[in-house]
């Protein structure tokens, strides 16, 4: 995803009770999606629609005013436009679950907002460690991995020109789980029925 002058929008057709609708979606100055009803689908064709779409859009993104005004990209813009549709076809199901709703949770969830352009190493590594007050061991160094994963992803997309993620660490105070270990005769009684088997 590359730091674009304008948004396109995206023509959808939904539905409004029993009204379908032409609707542009787009996302607003916070990254938040948003979307805009131009009209019913029985009183305009899609030619219609998306000349309504582009001059709707035109408004969003500042008017004729400024051609040239150059809209930093958002952590949450980049990470839902284009870091997750690309990762979706590399990770395995379960992954992309437990993945997804991590990234989505804790980091759009709190940099959501913030410009690509202005994470910093130390900016990043404060919000693993305010993560490892509450958070487990586990949670905080998958943390760091998205972290690093997003902006290499960013610097390949030259969206940021360095990947301030690159020297994170796991914080020591995040707190580990207990290890389970299981006793003499929980081992024995665990492998009793392979042993009858092999008999």
């Known amino acids: 995803m590359k730091r674009r002058r304008y948004q396109k929008g995206s023509l959808q057709k939904r539905r409004h009770g029993k009204q379908r609708v032409w609707a542009v979606q787009y996302y607003d100055a916070e990254g938040h999606h948003r979307y805009h009803t131009l009209g019913r689908m029985c009183d305009m064709n899609k030619t219609q629609a998306e000349q309504d779409q582009v001059a709707f859009m035109r408004e969003i993104n500042g008017g004729d005013a400024e051609p040239d005004r150059v809209r930093p990209v958002l952590v949450s813009e980049f990470v839902n436009q284009t870091f ?46 305010c993560k490892a007050v509450s958070g487990d061991f586990s949670l905080v160094d998958h943390l760091r991995w998205d972290l690093s994963s997003i902006c290499e992803l960013a610097v390949a997309d030259r969206v940021i020109p ?3 993620a690159r020297a994170l660490y796991t914080p020591k105070n ?17 492998v009793e029925p392979f042993s009858s088997v092999r008999r």
């Open 174 to 190: 995040a707190k580990k789980g207990a290890c389970p270990v299981m006793t003499a005769d929980e081992v024995e009684e665990a």
């Open 84 to 129: 997750l549709p690309f990762y979706r076809g590399k990770w395995k199901g379960s992954t992309k679950d437990t993945s997804e709703n991590r990234i989505l949770f804790h980091i759009v969830g709190d940099l959501g907002n913030s410009q690509m352009e202005t994470l910093t190493p130390t900016g990043l590594q404060a919000f693993l460690d």
């Open 162 to 164: 360095t990947n301030p």
